[in-house]
Every structure is written in C-alpha cells, then in structure tokens.
C-alpha cells in the first residue's frame, strides 16, 4: 500500500490475517471490532457442538434420503451435555460466553486452558485450571475458543486427539490452523473420537473434495460465527468508527494495542 497506509480497520475481533510486525514497524493504527460479536459467536458454537452430539445434519439427511424407517432404539442415538465435562480452550470474552450458555445445559464440570488460569473469569463456572493434556483426556466436549498464536497452531493434533474419549465431541469456532486437520480426520475416521463440529477451516472455503466433508461425523460451517444481521450491522459501524477516528488522530472506539 505505500507510505500513504495510516490507519486499518478490520471488520473481526481475529487479527491473525494482518502482517503485525510490518504494521507495528510503519507504525500504522490498526481498529478491530471485538465485544461485539461475543453472544452471536457463542451462540453458534453451541449449535454447532448440539449440532454435532445430537447428529442433526446426518439425521435431517436421513429424512430426506427415506433412512427414516420403523423406530430403532439405537437410532441417530448421539451423546448430551446433562452430567458432562466441558473443556474450554481459550477462556476469553467468547470462552465465558459459550460455557455461560452451556450451564442451563446441566454440565457436571468446566475444565479449562490457557495462557494462565483466570480465577475472577472461572469462578462463575466453577471451572478448574488445567493443562491441555488433562483437558483433553477428560472432557466429554472440548469446545476451541482461543487466538490464533504461534503457541496455538497445530495445538489440537495427533496426539491431543489420541488423549481424548471414543465418545468425545470436538468443536471449533476460533481459528483453522488452531487444528492439525488431517489428524482430525485420522481421528474421525477412526473412531477416536465420536464427532466433530467445525465453522473455522484451513484453507477457508475448503475445498468441496477436502476428505473432511466425505466423514458423516463432522458439522462443517462456512465461517458463519458472527452472522446475525444484528452483530455485522453493528461490527460495521464499529469499523468505519475506527477508520475516521484514526484518521482523525483521536482515540479508536477499539484500537488494538500492538
């Protein structure tokens, strides 16, 4: 863009697709939209992840196709949330917001990771600080909510999938490359784990022949966290906000601090 580049605004809470450390270096401002979209993602993710234990896609399918026969006890049987352990990685703003709407549910236990335990955040939760490994080899559900950092790529790989239950459900909502994709197959395919909810991919859209979307235990998204008409109305005013306050020179509604 040329020394002219003084101010970005991106219309997203993730930041993880902007050069940071050129930006930093030209000193340029950069305004994001975070809060915002907090409840709209959090609400897609316990959609996503009742979407995946309760199987609905494949059982809508079913419907359609004429699977749909005489009444079978085991039937499009899937897992609930009633007594269950929940794993939250990444207990941030969206973190509390998922586990916020996922304890009506009756969960039994919140566990979670992180950078550092966040005591003030978890003790609404009741939810207990460990790490990634335990996480894994406990939870029922284990829901993704983290930044995409170099410390978070590829974090959900082969062997955190190994540490997990047959019957557990793994669901994503933060960033692709937070998870090993072909090891998250291996781990569907073979019955590793039970099932898996995705609205985040590498690359985003995947392909339509990515070997993910041949698997009948995996809900896969198109990136649609945040889309209510509400919340991208109001992440859109936040961005244009930011861009005149920069190049205003005044403070930005959410400028973020690199």
């Known amino acids: 863009a040329g020394p002219g580049l003084k101010v970005i605004?991106?219309?997203?809470?993730?930041?993880?697709?902007?050069?940071?450390?050129?930006?930093?270096?030209?000193?340029?401002?950069?305004?994001?939209?975070?809060?915002?979209?907090?409840?709209?993602?959090?609400?897609l993710s316990v959609?996503?992840?009742?979407?995946?234990?309760?199987?609905?896609?494949?059982?809508?399918?079913?419907?359609?196709?004429?699977?749909?026969t005489t009444w079978k006890p085991l039937w499009m049987c899937?897992?609930?949330?009633?007594?269950?352990?929940?794993?939250?990685?990444?207990l941030g703003r969206i973190g509390q917001a998922v586990a916020r709407?996922?304890?009506?549910?009756?969960?039994?236990?919140?566990?979670?990771?992180?950078?550092?335990?966040?005591?003030?955040?978890a003790a609404e939760f009741g939810a207990e600080f460990v790490p990634l490994t335990?996480?894994?080899?406990e939870s029922?559900?284990?829901?993704?909510?983290?930044?995409?950092?170099?410390?978070?790529?590829?974090?959900?790989?082969?062997?955190?999938?190994?540490?997990?239950?047959?019957?557990?459900?793994?669901?994503?909502?933060?960033r692709g490359a937070v998870v090993n994709q072909e090891d998250l197959y291996d781990a569907l395919a073979h019955g590793q784990i039970a099932a898996a909810g995705l609205d985040v991919t590498t690359p985003e859209p995947l392909p339509t022949d990515h070997p993910l979307l041949s698997l009948k235990n995996c809900v896969i998204l198109p990136?649609?966290?945040?889309?209510?008409?509400?919340?991208r109305s109001t992440m859109a005013?936040?961005?244009a906000n930011n861009l005149l306050a920069g190049l205003r020179g005044e403070p930005m509604p959410h400028e973020l601090k690199l």
């Open 9 to 43: 605004s991106t219309l997203s809470v993730g930041f993880d697709h902007l050069a940071l450390d050129e930006i930093k270096k030209r000193g340029i401002r950069v305004g994001y939209t975070p809060d915002v979209l907090t409840d709209a993602t959090a609400e």
């Open 47 to 68: 959609a996503l992840l009742l979407s995946a234990c309760r199987r609905l896609p494949e059982a809508a399918e079913q419907v359609k196709s004429g699977g749909w």
């Open 78 to 90: 899937g897992y609930g949330l009633s007594d269950s352990t929940v794993g939250i990685i990444g």
């Open 101 to 121: 709407r996922l304890k009506p549910f009756g969960v039994r236990k919140f566990l979670y990771t992180g950078s550092g335990p966040k005591p003030e955040s």
């Open 134 to 137: 335990r996480l894994a080899e």
């Open 140 to 174: 029922d559900f284990v829901v993704v909510t983290c930044a995409l950092t170099p410390a978070t790529q590829g974090m959900c790989n082969k062997d955190f999938f190994a540490r997990m239950k047959k019957t557990s459900v793994f669901v994503n909502t933060s």
């Open 223 to 231: 990136h649609i966290g945040s889309a209510t008409y509400a919340t």
């Open 237 to 239: 005013v936040l961005a």
